[in-house]
């Protein structure tokens, strides 16, 4: 099945300075990559995805990267403010047949001001 | 739509009792999962259903772990009988497929177990 591996697990910034996450998939087969952020003590909640079809997405301060043949996927976040604190997690799943969304183990990211 | 809903929001309990997380996924959903968050393990998927049908229990820890969807509007997740080890927070999201599907996960709030 699929497994889905994340780096770092830990991100301290200055605040303005550049964050990114990397992530890792095994299931060549998989083709839909979103991205959550869990604030403390809430539900994650989707920021940005993307899919096989495409090698990058922007959305504001945040953009997302995909390279299919080597199966790794990052999440780009540009001039960081605090409220950005939280647990950023990737996740891998496939778009047709059974969608089984496998999360990566989490990424708690901290800018201070 | 309210959201995902999940009871209870907390539980504290001791080793051995019975545990039922409950879940109300969003109306026109097909799709139910329930995961398991530690801070080890980050987020586990325990069970997925499709369509009210268990389509893979594989994260299922054992024996001890069952869940059940009797309805579209209904999903359950009991442990018996429970452990220490068991503590974590246990959600439940649902997701729909379609034409205009975005693949967007929506997760409840989330239930905060405990077991002395």
């Known amino acids: 099945g699929e497994n889905v591996e994340q780096h770092p697990s830990t991100l301290s910034v200055q605040e303005g300075d550049s964050a990114v996450i990397k992530c890792t998939y095994s299931?060549?087969?998989?083709?839909?990559f979103p991205w959550y952020k869990q604030e403390l003590g809430k539900r994650p909640q989707l920021i940005i995805d993307i899919r096989s079809n495409v090698g990058e997405k922007k959305d504001q301060r945040i953009a997302v990267t995909l390279n299919k043949t080597a199966k790794h996927f990052s999440l780009h976040i540009t001039e960081t403010q605090p409220e950005d604190s939280a647990v950023y997690f990737c996740a891998a799943s496939r778009e047709t047949g059974f969608q089984k969304l496998v999360f990566g183990t989490g990424t708690r990211l901290l800018v201070s001001p | 739509d309210a959201g995902v809903i999940q009871s209870p929001r907390h539980e504290v309990t001791e080793m051995g009792q019975e545990v039922t997380l409950r879940c109300k996924p969003i109306s026109g959903h097909d799709y139910l999962f329930w995961y398991r968050q530690t801070m080890m393990r980050g987020l586990e998927l325990l069970i997925y259903?499709?369509?009210?049908?268990?389509?893979?229990d594989s994260g299922m820890p054992e024996d001890r772990f069952s869940a059940k969807m009797p309805n579209a509007s209904f999903s359950t997740l009991k442990i018996q009988p429970s452990e220490p080890r068991d503590s974590a927070v246990y959600f439940c999201a649902s997701r729909r497929t379609g034409a205009s599907n975005t693949g967007e996960l929506f997760f409840g709030e989330g239930s905060r177990l405990t077991v002395l």
């Open positions: 259903f499709n369509n009210n049908v268990p389509i893979d």
């Open positions: 299931d060549s087969a998989s083709n839909y």
